[in-house]
């Protein structure tokens, strides 16, 4: 766990607010050895959802470790002349989906990677686009599809 209000990383399990409190066994929360601040013990929600993640990351690597291929992956990491098709935003940030809508990238769309460097640039159907790194980063295709940009 990490304390909200200097930084420092802890282990939750055992350090309760104080010894006199009377709701020492059931308040769920959690005393910062460094600072004595009384951070919130984590949720079960969060803490399920985390375990979660941590299995699917798992998964991930132990797919790639036995020669399965990804279906997705960024924008990014497209390499100059690959090409294909988006299959999903990840952003919640509504600036960026704003802006990415504004640009015509939408799910479905061609897409070609023309240049990475200094700055990204690609073709979405007839329309080549310069972006910077968040933009690209929250884009994600499945590489080399029928029907990608020419």
Excluded at 57 to 81: D, I, P, T, V
Excluded at 106 to 127: E, R
Aim: glycine share 12%; charged share 25%.
């Amino acid at each position: 766990m990490k304390c909200s209000f200097c930084g420092y990383e802890f282990n939750e399990g055992g350090l309760r607010p104080c010894a006199a409190c009377p709701f020492k066994a059931g308040c769920g929360k959690v005393k910062c050895p460094n600072c004595g601040y009384e951070v919130p013990g984590e949720s079960f929600f969060r803490r399920w959802y985390r375990h979660r993640n941590r299995w699917g990351a798992g998964k991930r690597r132990w797919m790639e470790q036995h020669g399965y291929q990804r279906q997705e992956m960024l924008l990014a990491e497209l390499n100059s002349g690959e090409q294909g098709i988006v299959s999903r935003i990840a952003t919640d940030n509504p600036a960026i989906l704003n802006k990415l809508m504004a640009l015509g990238i939408l799910p479905g769309m061609p897409v070609k990677m023309l240049q990475k460097s200094p700055s990204y640039v690609f073709q979405v159907g007839n329309t080549r686009i310069t972006a910077d790194g968040n933009i690209v980063a929250s884009v994600l295709v499945r590489k080399g599809e029928k029907g990608a940009a020419d």
